[in-house]
């Protein structure tokens, strides 16, 4: 009923925290200040690595420099370099960002640390990662001459959801786990569906369906444990629309083990499909727009994800549409 007892990779859970300012286990799951924030565990996702040009401040680039062989090559690369160097108990950390310059030979220069991770080993490696980076073929001009341009490298951790993914057969002979398929929990691990229908005379019930895939969970909003990335979901403070704090959780999802290098203990998390169920009570019956968002982490791919919507009232009737992402 939404528990396990396999270890299985996550990050909803933290240790001390290795930057002062923040730590998960002093901010609620309701307080959202001091983001981003960064699970280490994130670096084991390929797609926290994001190579981006900066602006070329007047510099006449016509084409953008190309790292040989291709994006897989430049993460695979980074992950590489990175990845030996993130261990058990070095806490949460800071989104860094690494800027250099891929010289006219193809070369990075200028490796210069703008944002840090919170942690100066990690921070040293992410200079040391990109400093010794192999060659790329360098930006042209328009008259096809090599000239320099500027990058930044970052970690990031957080996206939207995207089109499912064809599903695969499992090969037996591979130890996969039952019922997971790791492509399918890193491109689209779940699906969010949510629609409102009217209860009574003032009241509306907010039903929200987590369909997951692939083998994603997540922490239930009923853990015990006071955690940031468990799953939530609010509207603004104002008095025309009202959410009520009691829900149902259907199945109610169970207390389990997940042996993790950085969560300890038990908590509730849920790898099957669960629908929610939120009383609105509606105090006006003038034309409203009440903005709110769902917040959780999904598991292994380690996001945090924040999906915003809208309540809409108009000449009465009650919507609620998804906006964003």
Avoid at 109 to 121: E, K, Q
Avoid at 150 to 155: D, E, I, L, N, P
Avoid at 249 to 269: F, K, R, S, T, Y
């Amino acid at each position: 009923m939404g528990s396990f007892s396999i270890g299985r990779p996550g990050c909803s859970d933290g240790t001390k925290a290795a930057i002062p300012f923040f730590d998960p286990f002093v901010h609620t799951s309701g307080s959202f200040t001091q983001e981003p924030w960064l699970d280490p565990l994130v670096f084991f996702s390929r797609k926290a690595y994001v190579v981006d040009a900066l602006p070329s401040g007047g510099q006449a680039v016509t084409t953008s420099a190309v790292f040989v062989g291709g994006r897989d090559s430049l993460v695979s690369h980074l992950k590489g370099a990175i990845l030996p160097h993130i261990v058990p108990g070095m806490g949460w950390l800071k989104p860094p960002v690494v800027e250099f310059t891929v010289g006219t030979q193809g070369e990075a220069a200028n490796v210069t640390l703008v944002a840090t991770s919170g942690h100066a080993g990690l921070d040293a490696q992410l200079v040391q990662a990109v400093t010794a980076m192999p060659r790329w073929n360098p930006a042209q001009d328009a008259k096809g001459g090599a000239v320099a341009q500027r990058f930044a490298f970052r970690v990031l951790q957080g996206g939207c959801d995207g089109p499912p993914p064809a599903v695969r057969a499992k090969d037996a002979g591979t130890g996969q786990l039952p019922g997971t398929d790791p492509r399918a929990a890193q491109e689209h691990p779940y699906d969010l569906l949510f629609t409102v229908k009217k209860a009574g005379d003032k009241t509306y019930t907010l039903i929200t369906t987590m369909k997951l895939h692939g083998g994603s969970y997540y922490a239930s909003p009923n853990c015990s444990r006071d955690l940031k990335g468990k799953f939530h979901v609010e509207v603004a403070e104002q008095e025309q629309v009202i959410m009520a704090k009691r829900f149902q959780e259907i199945p109610l999802a169970l207390e389990g083990m997940l042996h993790h290098p950085v969560v300890q203990g038990p908590l509730d998390w849920i790898d099957q499909d669960t629908r929610y169920e939120h009383i609105l009570t509606v105090n006006t019956k003038e034309d409203v727009d009440v903005p709110g968002s769902y917040r959780f982490t999904i598991e292994p791919r380690c996001t945090l994800e924040e999906i915003p919507f809208v309540i809409k009232q108009r000449s009465g009737v009650l919507t609620m549409e998804r906006v964003g992402c």
